[in-house]
């Protein structure tokens, strides 16, 4: 056989193996580093069912994140606003508007005439008012793993804005993804908390800036006015697994 065949044929197998080794080290070096939030996540904006410009509302109208999003410095969840929070303003303006007809099912729910009184064969459920119609099925944007335990409550009561994690959300038409809240992404806020922190009464104003003639000064301003805060509050951010893992 040996006659048949060239002596480098022996090494094929060798040169199979080696190959499909290498092949198979850069598609998993590859996907470790592409399929990460950073590629993933970051830009993601799905179309909500009922357009929601938060440019407008947050923005030119200078409404707080907290008016809509009212749990988010009282509870580790932001809570999605329900279909009462847009009704208190859209009772009134634009209340006949096509596109809040989700916002106005869920909010009237069996209330066919949408005036606040029974009607026949509409009935009244067991807190003595009529049944709400069903939620609006608001697309999630941001969210983290379910193995990673995060606390809104505490990071915004500890002078971290909204910005820090969401972007400029009031210069937004339509909200998208803008940070990566990777591991990598946290883990720098916490080893360097300074850099992020603001006084309380700013958290929410995601416009925020210390006034500065040159932008490099600005920057050393903010980061020795965050470490007065994290001084004086103690902010001590963990940098260990349980920190986040629990």
Request: one cysteine or more; a neutral charge.
């Amino acid at each position: 056989m040996r006659n048949l065949f060239p002596r480098w044929v022996n090494t094929i197998p060798v040169k199979v193996i080696l190959s499909l080794g290498i092949i198979g080290g850069t598609v998993t070096a590859g996907i470790t580093y592409y399929a990460t939030p950073k590629y993933t996540r970051v830009g993601y904006q799905p179309t909500q069912p009922v357009s929601y410009d938060h440019s407008f509302h947050a923005g030119q109208l200078g409404l707080d994140c907290r008016y809509c999003h009212h749990g988010v410095d009282k509870s580790s969840h932001a809570n999605i606003p329900s279909a009462n929070v847009c009704m208190s303003c859209h009772k009134n303006i634009k209340a006949d508007s096509p596109l809040l007809a989700p916002i106005r099912d869920s909010y009237f729910g069996e209330d066919k005439d949408k005036d606040g009184k029974l009607s026949e064969g509409e009935d009244l459920n067991e807190d003595g008012i009529l049944n709400a119609g069903p939620s609006v099925p608001w697309v999630r944007i941001h969210k983290a793993p379910d193995y990673v335990y995060f606390n809104h409550a505490i990071h915004v009561n500890r002078g971290v804005s909204c910005v820090e994690c969401h972007g400029r959300i009031d210069q937004m038409e339509v909200v998208h993804h803008d940070k990566p809240l990777s591991m990598a992404f946290c883990l720098e806020c916490h080893r360097n908390p300074e850099k992020s922190l603001r006084p309380m009464n700013e958290v929410t104003n995601l416009a925020w800036s210390i006034a500065s003639k040159e932008e490099e000064d600005s920057h050393i301003t903010q980061f020795h006015a965050g470490l007065d805060i994290k001084n004086k509050w103690g902010v001590n951010p963990p940098l260990s697994c349980t920190g986040c893992h629990r």
